[in-house]
């Protein structure tokens, strides 16, 4: 590592050479053109690099650095933090195993919040005082501002694991990012589920038991196959659920959220109720793409279709079947409300509230919480905490019998009672 002076030389070279009257130095061809002080070394590779500068301050600050970084064994390139976050954010994304739509997601948040501030911006320019004044002007609800920071850091950890930055900008003490927030979850009563369950055609009606009886999403319960039911054993097997591509509309298979598929338990009530379905609905087969739009098909029995034998795309479920019925009013077809449903067209009353009912009545009534997290398919339990906590009895650890009676619960939550005593009001979150 030299630093070098480009405008002249040790020693004359040519006969009655003659010094500069403003250096008294003996002038080089390059005298008086471009910058005066170079810096030549080898980066990590061995591969020659240079950098030049107008003051030889300068130039000793960067040949320092290097210098020091080298005999320390943790060198970054200069040149590299002048890359721009947005060629550099694209590579990233580019390098992740994402699904199609995660990365659609991922993509277009990163173009719609990310990339209008700093997307133009070097690497190293990014300051923790840019990151907090955007912070402060990034719409949108709690948890989606939370993601698009942590997409922003992601990205700049790479770059720090890159050794292209010393630190990341956005992780400094001084950036307080979004808060994590978990809504709690709304139980239902039984009577709703049931309600609800009457208001659906009878081609989707067993869609409720699938939710609230086993803990399926949407897409899961729509993606349920023939063979993933072990009626003799008494359990069911999710292997995948059906996804839209955002950008082309299609529908196509994927794993259950998380890329992880579970087994669940099959109570009596869903099991009787499933099989007498299949004697007037029997499956169809339908062939989706696996894992991308445009894969090779994969054909299964899908055990719900629509009248087509198609598989159901779960927006026009929700829309003309799962929302009059919540309403308690009929869609398209010719049928009197049921009295007493009258929900409103909350979040709370999709069709996942069916699966935060059939979590909820389970650790009520006693089940671990690992073993509500295996049914759900969570990642951890933590995360199974985080949203149902508030379900917890607080007593000790659950014994035998009270775990019977957990799973009891699910039956009745489906099962129409013997009595005509009046239901318990709707148990929201706390």
Request: contains cysteine; proline residues 7%; hydrophobic residues 40%.
């Amino acid at each position: 590592m030299t630093v070098n002076d480009r405008w002249h030389k040790t020693r004359p070279t040519k006969p009655a050479e003659t010094t500069c009257a403003e250096h008294g130095k003996y002038p080089s061809d390059r005298h008086g053109v471009g910058k005066r002080w170079l810096v030549r070394w080898r980066d990590a590779t061995g591969v020659q690099q240079k950098a030049s500068f107008d003051k030889k301050t300068h130039a000793d600050a960067l040949d320092t650095q290097i210098r020091a970084e080298a005999h320390q064994g943790v060198y970054r390139d200069p040149h590299a933090g002048k890359e721009l976050f947005r060629p550099y954010a694209q590579r990233w994304l580019a390098s992740r195993r994402l699904d199609r739509a995660s990365r659609n997601l991922m993509k277009r948040r990163l173009e719609t919040h990310v990339y209008p501030t700093f997307g133009d911006v070097q690497l190293r320019r990014i300051r923790p005082s840019m990151v907090s004044a955007w912070l402060a002007g990034l719409p949108g609800a709690q948890s989606s501002r939370r993601a698009v920071c942590d997409y922003l850091r992601a990205v700049l950890d790479a770059a720090v694991d890159d050794d292209i930055l010393g630190s990341n900008p956005a992780r400094k003490s001084s950036v307080v990012p979004p808060k994590m927030t978990t809504a709690e979850a709304v139980a239902w009563t039984g009577e709703q589920v049931r309600a609800v369950r009457a208001e659906l055609s009878p081609r989707y009606a067993i869609l409720a038991d699938l939710m609230a009886g086993l803990g399926l999403r949407i897409g899961e319960a729509l993606a349920l196959a023939k063979d993933d039911v072990d009626f003799l054993r008494g359990s069911v097997h999710v292997r995948r659920q059906v996804k839209r591509d955002d950008e082309t509309g299609m529908h196509y298979f994927a794993l259950p959220k998380g890329g992880h598929t579970r087994t669940v338990r099959l109570r009596p009530g869903v099991r009787d109720r499933l099989a007498a379905y299949l004697a007037t609905h029997p499956a169809k087969t339908v062939a989706l793409p696996w894992e991308d739009p445009d894969a090779k098909p994969t054909a299964v029995e899908l055990i719900v279709t629509n009248a087509h034998g198609r598989h159901i795309a779960a927006n026009t479920f929700m829309k003309l079947e799962w929302w009059p019925a919540v309403a308690g009013r009929p869609a398209t077809r010719s049928k009197a409300a049921t009295a007493g449903v009258g929900l409103p067209h909350e979040k709370a009353y999709g069709c996942h509230g069916l699966r935060h009912t059939f979590a909820s009545t389970l650790l009520s009534h006693g089940i671990p919480i690992n073993e509500v997290q295996r049914q759900l398919g969570h990642s951890s339990p933590i995360v199974t905490w985080r949203t149902y906590a508030h379900f917890v009895p607080q007593t000790d650890t659950a014994d035998g019998e009270r775990v019977v009676r957990g799973w009891a619960a699910i039956e009745d939550l489906l099962t129409e009672p013997t009595s005509c005593a009046p239901s318990a009001p709707p148990q929201a979150a706390r």
